[in-house]
């Protein structure tokens, strides 16, 4: 998670944000939505965090196009306090954090053109929108992203920002939580991501790994392919408290000079669900060096 653009563009306030302008989204914008809104919504039903779906609902996402933040917000604002924000791309550290901690969650307003469908750098609004928003309907989950804000301006001071982006990383963007009949996804990078709701629950190439705040916080990630290795929560009531409560100072400290773990790494220490063969990742690259 970098958040991070040199130079704030000169349309934008200066918290960043810019208008959506729904009325300038083209047909065919709203057309790759739906064709994008149908595709995960086929398929997710059974793989996804329960909540996640009731996000769908009580948002009213199903309707056609791009949804309008002004109308979104109403609905929002209502289920749990949040809004979602305009920004022109990726927005500094400090500036993402202050609107978590103010229960604002900034999201591109662009989207995909046919050829990024399967492959973005830069996350839009199907990423940012359908990923990310219906879980702050939920009430756990939206205390938990603003935790995690407030969270991070302490982390700043305390020269410790990719420690915290690990466990953003590993939860709101590419976490697992166990459901009552096995697995289920929940992190946006995942449930936005028509291959990698697929690979991150049946492919037996990634680890799944039961979740430790400790852990995760030294864990390398890939930014540019499927997760070799994915953490397990049990709840999001469970992930909450066991943020909320503890203070991350002293586990800063404590990892100071802790070895980062491999992507790929199994511990002795980790609970594991799913050893990984990471046959997937091996085809993928040529290793340099031992895997990790
Ligand atoms: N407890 C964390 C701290 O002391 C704040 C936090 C809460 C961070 C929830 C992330 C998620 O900094
Ligand atoms: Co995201």
Sequence with gaps: MTHYS???????????????EWDRYGADEHAMWDHLFERQTRMLPGRVAPAFLEGLDILRLSKP?????????????????WQVVAVPGLVPDAVFF????????????????????????????????FGHVPLLANPVFADYMQ????????AGELGAIAR?????????????????????????????????????????????????????????????????????????????HQTIESDFAPLYRSLQGAPDIGPAAVLDSDRVDHRGTQHYAHSRTVPTKAPA
């Excluded at 040199?6 to 959506?20: F, G, L, N, S």
């Excluded at 196009?65 to 306090?81: K, S, V």
């Design 147 to 154: 935790a995690y804000g407030r969270g991070g301006r302490r």
């Design 164 to 240: 915290l982006a690990r466990l953003y990383w590993y939860t709101v963007e590419f976490g697992l939580i166990r459901g009552a009949d096995g697995l289920q996804i929940y992190g946006a990078g995942i449930v936005s991501s028509f291959s990698e709701s697929i690979f991150a629950l049946d492919d037996p190439s990634p680890n799944r790994i039961a979740f430790d705040l400790g852990r995760v916080m030294r864990t390398l990630y890939r930014i540019d392919d499927f997760q070799q290795t994915y953490f397990v929560i049990d709840s999001f009531e469970d992930l909450l």
């Design 98 to 129: 202050d609107h978590l901690a103010n229960r604002r969650f900034v999201a591109g307003r662009f989207i995909r053109t046919p050829e990024q469908i399967d492959y973005l750098e830069e996350p839009d609004i199907f990423h940012d929108v």
């Design 65 to 81: 196009g791009i949804p309008d933040f002004t109308e979104l917000n109403i609905r929002l604002m209502d289920a749990t306090g």
């Design 6 to 20: 040199a130079v704030k563009p000169p349309q934008a306030a200066d918290d960043w944000t810019i208008p959506q």
